[in-house]
């Protein structure tokens, strides 16, 4: 997330440790996921304004399902991790969400649902945010990684 070490082999690398997982796991971590404070309240009114939200992650669909379910996201595109037999393989479905991946479902999601670019808000954290960032027509780096906020268009801090 620093943007030090490539994000497909990093990820795939880091992928290989989860071999033999039992799904269960995957699933109390979902259960006890903490929420970003406020995170509900921001959801609830974007949603009451009208505004269409997507989550691209780097991380799993089998948590940002969570995610979604719990916060009413409309869509999400995230890495499929590859489960057999209720263990977890060590592998992740084609293809890996990286960079590349996030700008262009970004530009694709938006061309699909009639807005263009400058319509669009993208927040992120991480260097595999920064094309996705510089893409939308507001990139905002919230809590992000020091590699990431001066190349985004603006940088919140946050909280802890």
Avoid: C, W
Wanted: charged share 30%; glycine share 10%.
């Amino acid at each position: 997330m620093r943007g030090e070490l490539d994000f497909k082999a990093s990820f795939r690398e880091r992928m290989s440790k989860l071999d033999g997982l039992d799904e269960s796991v995957l699933a109390e971590i979902a259960e006890e996921l903490p929420l970003m404070e406020g995170v509900e309240r921001l959801m609830a009114n974007l949603k009451r304004l009208g505004y269409r939200t997507v989550i691209l992650s780097g991380g799993f669909t089998y948590f940002a399902r969570h995610l979604q379910k719990k916060l009413g996201f409309d869509e999400i595109h995230a890495n499929e991790l590859v489960i057999e037999n209720g263990k977890v393989t060590g592998e992740v479905s084609e293809p890996i969400v990286d960079a590349e991946r996030k700008a262009a479902l970004l530009e694709s999601i938006a061309l699909r649902e009639g807005f263009t670019l400058d319509q669009t808000i993208a927040v992120g954290d991480g260097a595999n945010d920064l094309k996705m960032l510089a893409k939308a027509g507001m990139g905002v780096a919230f809590r992000a990684k020091p590699l990431v906020r001066p190349g985004a268009p603006s940088d919140i801090v946050g909280g802890p």
